[in-house]
C-alpha cells in the first residue's frame, strides 16, 4: 500500500515540523452556527387562552380579617410546655407561628431558644423575619459563614451549627444555652447524606430542653415520635394535621415567547400543549454511537 506523502517542512536534524497555530488576530474564524433551530412559537388559541384565564382566576391579595389561630396550633402550644412536640402540616398552614409564639413566652420569661432550618436561605429569611417581630438585639444568626449576635436568646442557624455546639458541650462538659429548640424542616432525618445530623441533635440535646419538631412531609410521624422517645426518654405529643394545603399551588410553563400555559388541564392531566415545546429527539434514541 502506497504511503501518505508528508510535506510538511523538516528541521535541520530532519523530524517533520508541526503546523504553525492559527493567528487569531490575522486569520479570525466565523462565528459557528446555531446549536438548534430556531423554533416559530405559534401564538396561543382562544382555547389556551381561556384555559390561562382559569388558571389566573382569583390570584390576588385577601382581605384582611382577624386572625384565628386553628385547633392544631392551639395544641402544639399547650403540649409544649411539659413535652416535645412533632407537628406534621401543609405547607402554609401555619407551622411556624406555633415556634413563634412559643419564642415569645419564652422570650418573656428571660429564657432562651434555637431555631434550626437545614438551608442557610431558609436560615436568613428566617433571621429578619424574627428581628422585626422580637427586636434586633434579641436574635441572632449562626451559620457557616455568618456569625451575628451570638450572645442574643433566640439564635437562629443551620441544623448543622446546633449539633456542633451540642458536641463541644458534651466534650467540655457544658450545656448548652438555650431553653428550647425547633428543627424546622424535620424531614431532612431521611435524607441519605445529612439525615445523621438531625439524628444526632435529637439524640444530644438534653432532656431539659425541649424540642418542636415541624414538617409538611414527614413520613409515619407516629413511629418517628416512638423512636425519639426512646432516644430521649420522654413523652412526644404528634400533631397529625392532614388535609389539603390552606394556599393553593398552581402550576404553568411560561413559554419562550412569554406565553402562560397551564401545566394540567381542567381534568388533572398533563396538558399537551406543553409538549409543543419539548426539545426534539435524537434519531437513535438519542445516543451516541462509539467508534
Keep these: 500500500m502506497p504511503r501518505r506523502s508528508d510535506n510538511r517542512p523538516r528541521s535541520r536534524t530532519g523530524k517533520r515540523r508541526s503546523p504553525r497555530p492559527i493567528d487569531e488576530r490575522n486569520n479570525k474564524r466565523g462565528i459557528a452556527g ?17 384555559a390561562t384565564e382559569r388558571l389566573l382566576e382569583g390570584i390576588g391579595i385577601p382581605e384582611a380579617q382577624p386572625f384565628r389561630p386553628d385547633p392544631f396550633q392551639i395544641e402544639a402550644l399547650e403540649a ?33 431558644a434555637w431555631y434550626t432550618t437545614p438551608l442557610k436561605a431558609l436560615t436568613n429569611s428566617k433571621y429578619v423575619e424574627f428581628s422585626a417581630e422580637f427586636g434586633a438585639e434579641n436574635v441572632g444568626i449562626l451559620t457557616g459563614d455568618r456569625k451575628e449576635n451570638t450572645d442574643a436568646p433566640l439564635i437562629v ?4 451549627i446546633y449539633r456542633n455546639q451540642l458536641f463541644d458541650a458534651l466534650r467540655e462538659g457544658e450545656q448548652v444555652r438555650t431553653d428550647f429548640v425547633i428543627l ?18 435529637i439524640i444530644l440535646t438534653p432532656p431539659r430542653i425541649r424540642i418542636l419538631l415541624l414538617s409538611a412531609t414527614v413520613g409515619r410521624a407516629e413511629e ?9 426518654g420522654g413523652k412526644v405529643h404528634v400533631i397529625n394535621r392532614a388535609g389539603t394545603r390552606p394556599v393553593e399551588l398552581r402550576a404553568a410553563y411560561l413559554s419562550p415567547g412569554l406565553q402562560l400555559f397551564p401545566l394540567f388541564d381542567d381534568a388533572g392531566h398533563f396538558n399537551r400543549d406543553v409538549e409543543q415545546f419539548a426539545a426534539p429527539k435524537r434519531q437513535g434514541g438519542g445516543r451516541f454511537r462509539r467508534r
Design 157 to 160: 442557624g443551620t441544623t448543622e
Design 80 to 112: 409544649i410546655e411539659h413535652e416535645d412536640v412533632l407537628v406534621t402540616a401543609p405547607t402554609g398552614s401555619g407551622k411556624t407561628w406555633i415556634a413563634r409564639e412559643e419564642i415569645r413566652r419564652l422570650l418573656a420569661k428571660g429564657q432562651r
Design 34 to 50: 446555531e446549536s438548534s433551530a430556531r423554533f416559530e412559537e405559534l401564538r396561543q388559541t382562544i382555547g389556551q387562552m381561556k
Design 184 to 201: 424546622d424542616e424535620a424531614h431532612y432525618l431521611a435524607d441519605e447524606e445529612r439525615g445523621h445530623v438531625w439524628e444526632e441533635a
Design 224 to 232: 418517628f415520635a416512638k423512636w425519639i422517645e426512646e432516644v430521649r
